[in-house]
């Protein structure tokens, strides 16, 4: 009879031919890679060229077979014909190209994920494997065909169980970095992750119900699935915040995709950062989408007839400038239809051209293209000449426009006619104010209507040169080879020049504030702005986006409250599909059951129904007489969390969750109490740590969205209501500060503030 230890033996040796084969193709990625570096810098710029692809290539082939170290193998699937697949974070075959390891995202993986005793196909048995580095210390079956003799093997050897996989994941401490759900994704998820690429994607769930999760689970599955197209175009992923990003920047390389652009709306815009804030009125006056008129407005005016037109002396002869001939020119270039700064080369062009030829008539004789030439060269540079055409056809950048429309109340006036006085009272700030989140997306609208200022012209002038010389020598190359059409074309001779890999593209693309994306990530999509909408349409035409959220969750003012109204507007109705994610499996029943009632009653749409754990115990309620017993309090409850909780290995987190103006305060009473009553050592560990991987945060409930810790304080919910710029973003805040644990919640406020807010 087979036993459990059997079992684990059993599955050790197939565990270690997965990790030999892995082992063997990171040694052949490593020669390869050290050949071409010992090749040096010798040979024909070609040749050089070629081995820095090949370099490149070796490099990120290397970091894929690196990042998929922990938990390789995760599953197996027995079939009717006694046949066994092993699924794992890639795929691997032998020399012989024998299967060793499927992919997770390879069709013949997906029963791992959906299949169930009622629709299981030709499985059988579906087996979780769990690691601890390489050594196998679990196994888990779910027997699918009842009447297979597999259910009481598996009875026997002790290994038949239900959904103990997931729920020690569950209960693990937190790290501070989002894990992946690899094995075990759950078939509602498993759907939304493998959904075809054509329609733009809503998933709508609750706190813990693994959006984030499906979310770049479905980015890995669709450059596994579409990778030729997507190697080229790239995947874009956003988040609400840098501290979200760095929690998540595991995940992907974990499942064996790198070169994924990570970004925050706040820096999408390469070379450009916006460090201030708005307020919440102001932010959702900047992200309404007729701003795009004010724009608009705003670059049009900069087109003019100037009230002063001078007469220039070229040579002795007085060459007048008449409103006509800017009209003209104006006229010439508006019918390019390019950007503005673009545009206003033809301006310029055509200016200049109609004032020599008024030179020209003036004279007795036909000029020789050396007088001409010279003519041109000084009204070029005549200062009133410059100044005056500055005036009918300003060159731009969009800062500079952005940062006059604000600063300057005519201005607010005369290009967004629909604010009141209060909207413009709220929107002004001084000259020169840093840039704020809200800024980004108007600039990248100015952007675009602006194009490039004259000097990156001149600069993306001498990159197209480059280019096209390189794709000249890339047809060249297969002409003389005599291949110059078929399979083999010149951008795929150049792609391979210039090393076009998914890294390379990331790179590329994140350097260049007109890439177009072949596929968007969005995540906390219910905060975003229509303006904010808008950038990131730009950024993917073809509108292949995920789009995950909560619309509970909602804090901002202008964000989304219901997906039909902002979806609909974006892709139409026809273009989009919704998927709703129904199970907690972050926050205990308690929890969650204490948020969602909470939430209902203050009209919020919850979307959760059932949370897949209980823990007694996981919500407590303190309440003080005084501000002061409540700081001692929570730095009493802080200390004990902390002790419960956060390990010397870096694992386990705890959030204190507090209005703004406790948060300054309740650091350093926390900080001074694990002083008084943690070893030196440990403190100082804690102390030092880095704000986006601290083990225990003081913070406000916008820093902790798209978070989760072992424990949670929520300090003074009245307050933190009370801060809030609505009553709905009111309840969204408290909700998603509710819903941040895994394992416990404390409510901790004074006796006024449990009148203030009961629950």
């Given at each position: 009879?087979?036993?459990?230890?059997?079992?684990?033996?059993?599955?050790?040796?197939?565990?270690?031919?997965?990790?030999?084969?892995?082992?063997?193709?990171?040694?052949?990625?490593?020669?390869?890679?050290?050949?071409?570096?010992?090749?040096?810098?010798?040979?024909?710029?070609?040749?050089?060229?070629?081995?820095?692809?090949?370099?490149?290539?070796?490099?990120?082939?290397?970091?894929?077979?690196?990042?998929?170290?922990?938990?390789?193998?995760?599953?197996?699937?027995?079939?009717?014909?006694?046949?066994?697949?092993?699924?794992?974070?890639?795929?691997?075959?032998?020399?012989?190209?024998?299967?060793?390891?499927?992919?997770?995202?390879?069709?013949?993986?997906?029963?791992?994920?959906?299949?169930?005793?009622?629709?299981?196909?030709?499985?059988?048995?579906?087996?979780?494997?769990?690691?601890?580095?390489?050594?196998?210390?679990?196994?888990?079956?779910?027997?699918?065909?009842?009447?297979?003799?597999?259910?009481?093997?598996?009875?026997?050897?002790?290994?038949?169980?239900?959904?103990?996989?997931?729920?020690?994941?569950?209960?693990?401490?937190?790290?501070?970095?989002?894990?992946?759900?690899?094995?075990?994704?759950?078939?509602?998820?498993?759907?939304?992750?493998?959904?075809?690429?054509?329609?733009?994607?809503?998933?709508q769930g609750g706190p813990g119900t693994g959006k984030t999760a499906v979310a770049l689970h479905r980015a890995a599955y669709l450059l596994y699935t579409h990778r030729r197209m997507l190697e080229r175009s790239g995947v874009l992923v956003v988040g609400p915040s840098s501290t979200f990003l760095h929690y998540i920047d595991?995940?992907?390389?974990?499942?064996?995709?790198?070169?994924?652009?990570?970004?925050?709306?706040?820096?999408?815009?390469?070379?450009?950062?916006?460090?201030?804030?708005?307020?919440?009125?102001?932010?959702?006056?900047?992200?309404?989408?007729?701003?795009?008129?004010?724009?608009?407005?705003?670059?049009?005016?900069?087109?003019?007839?100037?009230?002063?037109?001078?007469?220039?002396?070229?040579?002795?002869?007085?060459?007048?400038?008449?409103?006509?001939?800017?009209?003209?020119?104006?006229?010439?270039?508006?019918?390019?239809?390019?950007?503005?700064?673009?545009?206003?080369?033809?301006?310029?062009?055509?200016?200049?051209?109609?004032?020599?030829?008024?030179?020209?008539?003036?004279?007795?004789?036909?000029?020789?293209?050396?007088?001409?030439?010279?003519?041109?060269?000084?009204?070029?540079?005549?200062?009133?000449?410059?100044?005056?055409?500055?005036?009918?056809?300003?060159?731009?950048?969009?800062?500079?426009?952005?940062?006059?429309?604000?600063?300057?109340?005519?201005?607010?006036?005369?290009?967004?006619?629909?604010?009141?006085?209060?909207?413009?009272?709220?929107?002004?700030?001084?000259?020169?104010?840093?840039?704020?989140?809200?800024?980004?997306?108007?600039?990248?609208?100015?952007?675009?209507?602006?194009?490039?200022?004259?000097?990156?012209?001149?600069?993306?002038?001498?990159?197209?040169?480059?280019?096209?010389?390189?794709?000249?020598?890339?047809?060249?190359?297969?002409?003389?080879?005599?291949?110059?059409?078929?399979?083999?074309?010149?951008?795929?001779?150049?792609?391979?020049?210039?090393?076009?890999?998914?890294?390379?593209?990331?790179?590329?693309?994140?350097?260049?504030?007109?890439?177009?994306?072949?596929?968007?990530?969005?995540?906390?999509?219910?905060?975003?702005?229509?303006?904010?909408?808008?950038?990131?349409?730009?950024?993917?035409?073809?509108?292949?986006?995920?789009?995950?959220?909560?619309?509970?969750?909602?804090?901002?003012?202008?964000?989304?409250?219901?997906?039909?109204?902002?979806?609909?507007?974006?892709?139409?109705?026809?273009?989009?599909?919704?998927?709703?994610?129904?199970?907690?499996?972050?926050?205990?029943?308690?929890?969650?059951?204490?948020?969602?009632?909470?939430?209902?009653?203050?009209?919020?749409?919850?979307?959760?129904?059932?949370?897949?754990?209980?823990?007694?115990?996981?919500?407590?309620?303190?309440?003080?007489?005084?501000?002061?017993?409540?700081?001692?309090?929570?730095?009493?409850?802080?200390?004990?969390?902390?002790?419960?909780?956060?390990?010397?290995?870096?694992?386990?987190?705890?959030?204190?969750?507090?209005?703004?103006?406790?948060?300054?305060?309740?650091?350093?009473?926390?900080?001074?109490?694990?002083?008084?009553?943690?070893?030196?050592?440990?403190?100082?560990?804690?102390?030092?740590?880095?704000?986006?991987?601290?083990?225990?945060?003081?913070?406000?409930?916008?820093?902790?969205?798209?978070?989760?810790?072992?424990?949670?304080?929520?300090?003074?919910?009245?307050?933190?209501?009370?801060?809030?710029?609505?009553?709905?973003?009111?309840?969204?805040?408290?909700?998603?500060?509710?819903?941040?644990?895994?394992?416990?919640?404390?409510?901790?406020?004074?006796?006024?503030?449990?009148?203030?807010?009961?629950?």
């Amino acid at each position: 009879m087979s036993t459990y230890s059997s079992q684990l033996h059993e599955e050790q040796q197939s565990i270690d031919r997965a990790y030999n084969r892995l082992d063997a193709l990171r040694a052949q990625a490593r020669s390869r890679l050290a050949d071409v570096r010992a090749a040096g810098s010798h040979g024909s710029p070609t040749q050089r060229t070629e081995r820095d692809s090949f370099a490149a290539m070796y490099e990120d082939r290397l970091t894929q077979l690196r990042a998929v170290e922990d938990r390789l193998v995760f599953g197996r699937l027995d079939d009717t014909q006694g046949e066994r697949r092993y699924i794992g974070r890639i795929g691997l075959s032998s020399d012989e190209h024998e299967p060793i390891l499927t992919d997770w995202r390879a069709e013949a993986a997906r029963p791992f994920y959906e299949a169930t005793p009622s629709n299981h196909g030709d499985i059988v048995m579906r087996r979780h494997i769990t690691l601890s580095f390489r050594e196998v210390v679990g196994v888990e079956d779910e027997v699918l065909d009842i009447h297979s003799d597999q259910v009481s093997e598996a009875s026997s050897a002790g290994t038949l169980t239900g959904e103990g996989a997931l729920l020690a994941s569950l209960s693990s401490r937190r790290t501070g970095k989002m894990t992946d759900i690899v094995a075990t994704i759950q078939a509602e998820q498993d759907r939304i992750i493998r959904a075809p690429m054509d329609h733009a994607i809503v998933v709508q769930g609750g706190p813990g119900t693994g959006k984030t999760a499906v979310a770049l689970h479905r980015a890995a599955y669709l450059l596994y699935t579409h990778r030729r197209m997507l190697e080229r175009s790239g995947v874009l992923v956003v988040g609400p915040s840098s501290t979200f990003l760095h929690y998540i920047d595991q995940v992907l390389p974990s499942l064996g995709e790198t070169g994924v652009v990570s970004r925050t709306i706040a820096d999408l815009i390469p070379g450009i950062e916006a460090t201030a804030i708005d307020s919440p009125r102001a932010a959702m006056l900047k992200g309404e989408r007729r701003m795009r008129h004010a724009i608009a407005n705003a670059v049009a005016a900069r087109v003019r007839i100037p009230e002063q037109l001078p007469t220039i002396r070229i040579n002795g002869f007085a060459v007048p400038m008449l409103r006509s001939d800017i009209e003209q020119a104006q006229l010439d270039a508006k019918r390019t239809r390019q950007p503005h700064n673009k545009a206003r080369e033809t301006f310029i062009r055509s200016m200049l051209s109609t004032l020599r030829v008024r030179y020209s008539e003036q004279l007795d004789y036909t000029p020789e293209q050396a007088e001409l030439n010279d003519v041109m060269m000084q009204l070029r540079m005549n200062d009133t000449v410059r100044k005056t055409l500055n005036l009918a056809w300003l060159p731009m950048t969009a800062t500079w426009l952005i940062d006059q429309l604000f600063s300057k109340a005519d201005q607010l006036r005369k290009y967004a006619s629909w604010l009141s006085e209060s909207d413009i009272s709220t929107l002004l700030r001084p000259k020169g104010s840093p840039l704020t989140q809200s800024d980004i997306p108007l600039i990248d609208e100015a952007m675009e209507l602006l194009g490039p200022d004259p000097k990156a012209m001149a600069r993306q002038a001498a990159l197209d040169a480059k280019r096209a010389e390189e794709e000249q020598f890339a047809k060249d190359t297969l002409a003389q080879a005599g291949i110059g059409s078929g399979i083999v074309t010149s951008q795929m001779l150049l792609d391979h020049i210039n090393g076009a890999d998914a890294e390379l593209t990331a790179q590329r693309a994140a350097a260049d504030r007109e890439w177009t994306y072949g596929h968007v990530v969005v995540d906390e999509a219910q905060e975003l702005t229509p303006m904010e909408w808008r950038m990131l349409i730009r950024r993917c035409p073809t509108r292949s986006f995920t789009i995950v959220g909560d619309v509970a969750q909602t804090t901002a003012l202008g964000g989304t409250r219901r997906w039909s109204k902002t979806m609909n507007a974006l892709f139409g109705e026809a273009s989009w599909d919704l998927h709703e994610l129904t199970i907690n499996y972050r926050n205990p029943q308690e929890v969650s059951e204490l948020a969602s009632d909470f939430a209902q009653s203050e009209g919020l749409y919850i979307s959760t129904v059932n949370a897949v754990r209980t823990i007694p115990d996981s919500v407590a309620r303190i309440t003080t007489n005084t501000n002061a017993e409540l700081m001692d309090e929570v730095s009493t409850q802080a200390l004990d969390l902390v002790q419960q909780f956060v390990a010397d290995d870096g694992t386990g987190r705890v959030a204190i969750i507090a209005p703004r103006n406790l948060i300054n305060p309740l650091r350093n009473s926390i900080r001074h109490s694990l002083h008084e009553h943690l070893d030196a050592d440990r403190f100082e560990r804690l102390d030092q740590q880095q704000t986006w991987d601290e083990q225990i945060s003081v913070c406000d409930t916008q820093t902790v969205k798209g978070l989760e810790y072992d424990a949670v304080i929520v300090v003074q919910p009245g307050a933190i209501q009370e801060e809030a710029p609505s009553r709905l973003v009111a309840a969204s805040d408290l909700y998603v500060a509710m819903t941040r644990p895994t394992q416990r919640l404390l409510i901790v406020r004074t006796q006024e503030g449990e009148n203030e807010l009961a629950f």
